[in-house]
């Protein structure tokens, strides 16, 4: 069973930055299509950034120049890190594993931007 647990959110006023986590089980990071997602209070959940099984990278027009997405396959451990955050940016945050078609999701963890 894959499990995946973000850490990292929290409170940040604009124009700062954080570090997302996700903390994969088992060796799947570098197998994986790993993305990360957000879904913002009464909007529908949108795909933020991914990284395929190859290294490629690919990031929303809305977050492209401040965000980047990458991995650790020896930590297991996906991250984004998030640079210049407006208060658009304001969501929960949520790790994605796919596999095959299975699509595996972590709890997600809280992205504050205010001032």
């Known amino acids: 069973q894959v499990q995946l647990v973000e850490s990292g959110g929290g409170v940040v006023q604009p124009g700062g930055s954080l570090r997302l986590s996700c903390a994969a089980s088992?060796?799947?990071?570098?197998?994986?299509?790993m993305a990360w997602h957000r879904q913002a209070p009464g909007k529908q959940r949108e795909l933020v950034a991914h990284?395929?099984?190859?290294?490629?990278?690919n990031h929303a027009d809305s977050v492209k120049g401040r965000f980047t997405i990458s991995r650790d396959n020896a930590k297991n451990t996906v991250y984004l890190q998030m640079n210049s955050l407006k208060a658009e940016d304001t969501a929960v945050y949520y790790c994605?594993?796919?596999?095959?078609?299975?699509?595996?999701w972590g709890q997600g963890t809280q992205v504050t931007v205010s001032s």
């Open positions: 994605k594993a796919t596999w095959l078609g299975y699509n595996y």
């Open positions: 088992g060796n799947i990071v570098s197998r994986y299509f």
């Open positions: 990284i395929t099984s190859d290294g490629i990278t």
